[in-house]
Every structure is written in structure tokens, then in C-alpha cells.
């Protein structure tokens, strides 16, 4: 049986939901480039980091905070990624302004050049007019599939030349789902 992949995105459809701004260092500093929380490599950290409560309303098991879309969890959905691709991602304890409980950061650790421009709808490259340091990364990918022959044993992954996109395996979303997250979106891919 062919395996399915799934790009895990925030509900944005959740009633009264939560908005987290961009992480800070405890002590008020500004986080330098919180996009590296996307671009699918192991990080280090070595403060301690916290994310304000930009509106707020019904706390998400899964969050993608800010202008970097930094994935923030509970401790619920931590447990499950920490037990099913250790491999794949990094957790670490963040504080929440105001959230009761245990919260992470979620830096996926893993990326693959894996994007199937073929069966995907419509892909974009970008050229030397865009970013001339990106070129032939993506701008634009509507549709998205990848070509699973890529994966190899890869659980949790972001994609080479296309950061947004958190992708998750089957066995990941389905126990996701079946622990009742409030906030994940799955979309095959």
C-alpha cells in the first residue's frame, strides 16, 4: 500500500480561536529571522523563548504563529510527533503568555527536494528578478503534490525551495486526529 502525505496547516474556520504574534526571547529580545523555524533544518537555541497572544480567544493544539508561521503545540501534539518522528523534528519549551500548560515550538528537522512539478497544478520558479540568492526555489506552487519516491522513511518534513508547507505522514495525522487536535488542517499532497 502506497504511503499518504498530508501538508498539517492551521484552521483558520475555528470559532473564537487564539492568534500567537512572532516568539521573543524571554527577556524581550527580538527572535532574528523566525523564518529558520520553517526552512526545515535542526536549529540550536540557546535562550529560552515566549510568544504573546496577538488576539485572544480558544487556545489551539497546533498554532503556526506570527509572520514566520512558526508551529507552536501543545503538549498533547508534542507527545505524539516525540513519539512517531523523533528523527524528524526538534521540540522546544516555550511559554505561552497567559496559556495554562505545557507548549513547544516545533522545528521540523528535516527537508527534502521532493515537490513533483509534474502532477502538482501550477508551479512557479523563481529567477534572478525575484531573489537572486533563491533562484529556482519556488514562488509560487498551487496544488501542491510530491513525488513519493523521494520520501524515503521520512515521517515529518518541509520542502526544499517551498518552506510553508509542514508535511506529515498518514500514521502522524491519524493520530493526531484520533487524540482530538483543535487547530491542525490536513490537505493531501
Known sequence: MERRFFDLSSDEYVKGRWYLGDPTYVNGGVVEDVWRFSDGL???LSE?????????GTALDI????????PI???????IFRELAPD??????????GAEGAW?????????????DEASEE??????EDYEERIGEY????GLRIDKSKVGSARVFRLWGWRVPLIVDEEVKNALEANGILGGRFDEV
Open 42 to 44: 535542526p536549529v540550536s
Open 48 to 56: 529560552n523563548l515566549r510568544v504573546p497572544v496577538r488576539t485572544s
Open 63 to 70: 498554532e503556526f504563529a506570527g509572520a514566520g508561521l512558526v
Open 73 to 79: 503545540v501543545s503538549s498533547r501534539v508534542a507527545s
Open 88 to 97: 524528524d523534528v526538534q521540540l522546544f519549551p516555550i511559554d505561552v503568555e
Open 104 to 116: 513547544f515550538l516545533l522545528n521540523v528537522a528535516k527537508q527534502l527536494r521532493c515537490i513533483d
Open 123 to 128: 508551479v512557479q520558479l523563481r529567477t534572478a
Open 139 to 142: 514562488c509560487s506552487v498551487i
